[in-house]
């Protein structure tokens, strides 16, 4: 699987965003997906995910509420809508793929695939 993350950019506190996760390659359908992050001098850190039927989601705490993971299968895309957004979500944020289907998985090196990363940066 390959995977391309976009639609980061430079937002004030309060705004929104929309970062969208691509997919080529093995069939994107029977992959679970989840979207990471690494802010300065910080280790990288779950923030959601979505099983491959899109029946399961999860997310971690400081964002529940505000963000919420989507996949449309017919267009091999996961989206990330980010709502509220505050200055310590700046990050780069990452998507990643695994093969487990059956639940999301919040650790990195349960994922084997990973896309590029794409900055998010909220000003206060």
């Known amino acids: 699987v390959q995977l391309q993350a976009s639609g980061g950019g430079l937002v004030q506190a309060g705004g929104s965003l929309r970062l969208s996760c691509a997919a080529s390659?093995?069939?994107?359908?029977?992959?679970?997906i989840g979207w990471f992050r690494q802010a300065p001098g910080k280790e990288r850190e779950f923030v959601a995910g979505?099983?491959?039927?899109?029946?399961?989601?999860s997310y971690t705490n400081s964002v529940k509420g505000r963000f919420t993971v989507s996949r449309d299968n017919d267009k091999n895309t996961v989206t990330l809508q980010m709502n509220s957004l505050k200055p310590e979500d700046t990050a780069v944020y990452y998507c990643?793929?695994?093969?487990?289907?059956?639940?999301?998985?919040?650790?990195?090196?349960?994922?084997?695939?990973w896309g590029q990363g794409t900055l998010v940066t909220v000003s206060s």
């Open positions: 390659g093995r069939a994107f359908g029977r992959v679970g």
């Open positions: 979505i099983t491959w039927s899109g029946s399961s989601t």
């Open positions: 990643a793929a695994t093969g487990i289907q059956s639940r999301v998985l919040l650790n990195m090196w349960e994922y084997a695939y």
